[in-house]
């Protein structure tokens, strides 16, 4: 039994390389191996420059009606008779908040945003169990004052269900002793 859910890690890792192929990052140089960040990285933050592009990726649940309900189905077992699979579904939702810096930070969420709405970007969200809700709003410019400049900065979010599958093994209870006593 294998459960169908994604770690953490696993959707900042695919949002990291579909963000780099939106936005046509070739990650194989080292100088692009920076433009596109996950929020909060566990070694600091590394600085850039004013005229440089950069992007950071922050991942964060969405506490939402959907994520509430759970389906709960029983099987029977394949190769073990004594015990029911039991398979709970349910729908946990993500946002997904790009900020972008740089000179080119609203055309680059722009980009984004067209792009999750690709029928072969939507092929990739389907293999991850990631669907996208569709009332995607326009990203927001917000230049932001920081060491005497003002700095482009662009923000932009989407949201998507991931279906989630986790399976156990129950027990059947396949008999019971039954005894009379008589005279209590």
């Known amino acids: 039994m294998a459960d169908q859910v994604l770690r ?3 959707i900042e890792d695919f949002f990291y390389l579909i963000t780099c192929q939106m936005l046509d990052i070739d990650l194989e140089k080292e100088e692009n191996q920076s433009k596109v960040r996950i929020a909060w990285p566990t070694d600091g933050a590394p600085a850039w420059s004013i005229n440089e592009d950069v992007a950071y990726l922050r991942i964060t649940p969405v506490d ?9 189905i029983y099987n029977p077992h394949e190769q073990d008779k004594a015990y029911a699979k039991k398979q709970t579904v349910y729908t946990r ?8 810096y740089g000179p080119n930070s ?6 984004i945003r067209h792009m999750i709405f690709d029928y072969d970007y939507m092929k ?12 995607v709003p326009m990203p927001t410019r917000l230049p932001e004052y920081y060491n ?3 700095w482009e900065r662009t923000d932009f979010s989407a949201t998507f269900n991931e279906a989630v599958i ?12 039954i ?3 008589h005279n209590r």
């Open 179 to 181: 005894k009379t006593i």
């Open 8 to 10: 953490l890690k696993e």
């Open 124 to 135: 990739k969200f389907k293999v991850k169990n990631l669907f996208l809700i569709t009332d």
């Open 166 to 177: 986790r399976e156990t093994k129950v027990p059947y209870i396949t008999g019971t002793e």
């Open 93 to 100: 939702v993500h946002k997904v908040n790009w900020t972008l």
């Open 64 to 72: 939402d009606k959907m994520a509430r309900q759970q389906n709960i």
């Open 148 to 150: 005497g400049q003002w």
């Open 106 to 111: 609203y055309d680059n969420a722009d980009v």
